[in-house]
């Protein structure tokens, strides 16, 4: 399921067969969408088609080209809309220097008022910022605004993370389908995919092969899909994952927060199968959210091994099966042996990431264990040294554990045929030595990951 997050269905562009476009959306696996209103008329259009229907919910707000036309009574109007449970933000909202319909200061004085709503009613913003991005940016830093979307988005990477820090999420329009549009697509590669969500803006802005017509909420499978090919994602991937975005960012019930024990990417089944780790990385993504690529993966038990044969049902179709999730799989080592073996019997890959901690955990070599039943290994080794791997990774057993990390890897080789060692590309690590060591100290194959990459 996908939800187009921005369209404009309320508009007089629909009035002929509005119901239609609902419906065709629904065919074309788009769950729900958001009408956003974009003046007073448009907002209370939007909640009204939100009460109509079932897969529509509201916004409401005064785009910027409208706000020359805002008094107190449109303020105090879309006040009581915005309480109404359908309306999931406040937008469009934000400043537009391109066409500038309306001054400069009066845009940015209306976008501080609005921006205050937000706050006072507790829900989050849609952004519309054209030609805008540092004062967009600065404002929302002084308002202390910091949930919400850019949408449409038209900066650059280094404007997506700053907008990203606080917490915002980024939204894509058909624009990304233009054969033109390269900028777009390198931005599009460089944002986590689990900040990102999809929107028509329909009626304008048709995504290619529709481009001309007018657009609607049915046409945002075809963002979805450029957004899988840039990142070599599968549709479903990307399906899956912005619509767990909307979820949290807007609370749309479309996206359920199910347990995963196995979880698809891409090609490959992940299993998760403990939320124990040894360590308590810094930069782990899961003090923040145990959400890994739209799958959630908070354990309410550790799973025992008919429950995790269960979850994989039929492997066959995966290139390779991983021990992973958000914790780590060889405190478990009987568990992970018996699943490997089960899946080794059934001709499949099987992985292992881990943190190379397992011979302290265990106090006992436990690779010759893994012989046979594991093809590849990859170890999280993410720094130079003892001091800065103690600071980052923060294991119990203090500057020892990094030896212990190097040890294992360098044995591996011994008992699995393929082994890598990765760091976090965090700022301060020497991305460059840590790749030396691994490649000529422990002869094992090197990976550099970006923070905030999971999965
Ligand atoms: S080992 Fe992995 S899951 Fe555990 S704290 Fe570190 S990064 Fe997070
Ligand atoms: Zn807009
Ligand atoms: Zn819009």
């Known amino acids: 399921m996908l939800i187009d997050t921005h369209a404009h269905i309320e508009m007089k562009e629909f009035d002929s067969d509005r119901e239609d476009v609902i419906q065709r959306a629904k065919e074309a696996g788009v769950g729900y969408l958001i009408s956003v209103g974009a003046n007073l008329a448009g907002s209370i259009k939007a909640v009204e088609l939100a009460e109509k229907y079932e897969n529509v919910y509201a916004s409401v707000g005064i785009h910027p080209h409208d706000v020359k036309d805002m008094d107190e009574t449109t303020f105090q109007t879309l006040r009581e809309l915005a309480k109404t449970a359908k309306v999931v933000a406040i937008g469009e909202i934000g400043l537009d220097y391109f066409k500038e319909f309306s001054p400069k200061e009066m845009q940015i004085a209306r976008f501080r008022e609005l921006l205050s709503l937000a706050k006072e009613i507790e829900k989050p913003v849609i952004i519309h910022d054209r030609d805008a991005h540092d004062d967009t940016l600065r404002i929302l830093k002084e308002e202390g605004v910091r949930r919400g979307v850019v949408h449409c988005f038209s900066g650059d990477y280094n404007f997506a993370r700053e907008i990203m820090k606080p917490g915002f999420y980024i939204s894509f329009t058909g624009v990304i389908t233009f054969p033109k549009a390269d900028d777009a697509r390198e931005v599009v590669r460089n944002v986590p995919i689990e900040r990102i969500l999809v929107e028509t803006d329909s009626p304008y802005l048709a995504p290619v092969p529709y481009r001309g017509k007018r657009n609607e909420p049915a046409f945002v499978?075809?963002?979805?899909?450029?957004?899988?090919?840039?990142?070599?994602?599968?549709?479903?991937?990307?399906?899956?994952?912005?619509?767990?975005?909307?979820?949290?960012?807007?609370?749309?019930?479309?996206?359920?927060k199910e347990v995963k024990l196995a979880y698809p990417i891409r090609d490959s089944l992940y299993l998760n199968i403990?939320?124990?780790?040894?360590?308590?990385?810094?930069?782990?993504?899961?003090?923040?959210?145990y959400t890994v690529k739209g799958h959630y993966l908070e354990l309410?038990?550790?799973?025992?091994f008919n429950e995790v044969i269960t979850a994989i049902g039929d492997p066959s179709r995966y290139k390779e099966v991983v021990f992973c999730g958000y914790g780590e799989p060889l405190i478990r080592l009987d568990l992970v042996k018996e699943v490997a073996k089960w899946l080794k019997s059934k001709g499949l890959k099987v992985r292992i990431n881990t943190d190379g901690l397992a011979n302290l955990v265990h106090r006992r070599n436990i690779l010759p264990e893994l012989k046979g039943l594991v093809d590849s290994i990859s170890v999280s080794l993410n720094a130079e040294s003892a001091e800065r791997y103690v600071k980052i990774c923060r294991p119990p057993q203090g500057e020892a554990a990094y030896d212990a990390v190097k040890s294992f890897i360098k044995d591996a080789k011994n008992y699995i045929p393929d082994i890598q060692a990765s760091v976090v590309n965090l700022p301060g690590v020497p991305v460059e030595r840590c790749r030396e060591i691994t490649e000529k100290e422990l002869g094992a194959k090197f990976r550099a990951r970006e923070y905030d990459e999971v999965g």
Not at 274 to 289: M, W, Y
Not at 300 to 304: A, I, M, Q, R, V
């Open 300 to 304: 309410s038990h550790e799973p025992d």
């Open 221 to 256: 499978k075809e963002i979805a899909k450029t957004i899988a090919e840039v990142k070599g994602l599968s549709i479903d991937d990307v399906s899956r994952i912005t619509t767990l975005n909307v979820k949290e960012l807007f609370g749309i019930n479309g996206a359920e």
């Open 274 to 289: 403990t939320n124990r780790c040894t360590n308590q990385c810094a930069f782990c993504a899961k003090f923040r959210s």
